[in-house]
């Protein structure tokens, strides 16, 4: 598989993601609406039954084409393994980072995008340690892929993060109207 140049994947990349999850129930479809076009999901639904879990996926890509959606499946192209996985699209290989030793794993692995997390508090991650601003910038300087911010992100913090180098940001609350509680 040829890889590409990191500045011409850049280019390529949605600036703005959904992460996708069970806890979103119905919400789904609503923050699919809400998304920008030519953004980014990140199909996820782990702890769904297989079959349910490709029935899903198939709406979604359905509603990713119609609305230019780039749509990235977690996991192994079986669904196999759980939270954490890497995701593939077209050649491309996502992979999550929670450190700097991760997000070298990570490319040294081929993965071409980073979803680097948590960068603030998050509810899909109660009481874990975020990156902030400064261990995020120390995470990723150098590693010469785009990164992702995940954790707690919306628009504007992820405008405050542009300087650092972050190509994007990714959510799951920012992009539902109201929130689960």
Same mark, same amino acid.
């Given at each position: 598989?040829?890889?590409?140049?990191?500045?011409?994947?850049?280019?390529?990349?949605?600036?703005?993601?959904?992460?996708?999850?069970?806890?979103?129930?119905?919400?789904?479809?609503?923050?699919?609406?809400?998304?920008?076009?030519?953004?980014?999901?990140?199909?996820?639904?782990?702890?769904?039954?297989?079959?349910?879990?490709?029935?899903?996926?198939?709406?979604?890509?359905?509603?990713? !084409?119609? &609305?230019?959606? *780039?749509?990235?499946? #977690?996991? /192994?192209? @079986?669904?196999?393994? +759980? =939270?954490?996985?890497? %995701? !593939?699209? &077209?050649?491309? *290989?996502?992979?999550? #980072?929670? /450190?700097? @030793?991760?997000?070298? +794993? =990570?490319?040294?692995? %081929?993965?071409?995008?980073?979803?680097?997390?948590?960068?603030?508090?998050?509810?899909?991650?109660?009481? +874990?340690?975020?990156?902030?601003?400064?261990?995020?910038?120390?995470?990723?300087?150098?590693?010469?892929?785009?990164?992702?911010?995940?954790?707690?992100?919306?628009?504007?913090?992820?405008?405050?993060?542009?300087?650092?180098?972050?190509?994007?940001?990714?959510?799951?609350?920012?992009?539902?109207?109201?929130?689960?509680?």
């Amino acid at each position: 598989m040829r890889r590409r140049h990191p500045s011409t994947l850049q280019a390529e990349l949605p600036r703005r993601w959904l992460m996708t999850d069970e806890r979103m129930g119905e919400a789904l479809w609503d923050a699919l609406a809400r998304l920008p076009r030519g953004s980014g999901v990140v199909f996820r639904h782990y702890s769904l039954p297989l079959a349910e879990r490709k029935a899903l996926l198939g709406k979604v890509a359905r509603i990713a !084409r119609a &609305r230019r959606l *780039l749509l990235v499946t #977690a996991g /192994s192209a @079986r669904f196999g393994p +759980a =939270a954490g996985s890497h %995701g !593939r699209h &077209r050649g491309a *290989l996502t992979a999550p #980072a929670h /450190s700097r @030793r991760e997000a070298i +794993a =990570a490319i040294r692995a %081929g993965a071409t995008l980073l979803f680097a997390s948590p960068v603030h508090a998050t509810r899909s991650h109660p009481g +874990a340690r975020a990156l902030g601003p400064v261990r995020l910038g120390l995470m990723i300087r150098g590693l010469g892929v785009p990164v992702i911010a995940l954790g707690g992100m919306d628009e504007r913090r992820w405008r405050a993060l542009r300087p650092l180098g972050v190509q994007g940001w990714a959510g799951i609350d920012a992009w539902m109207r109201q929130p689960p509680t």
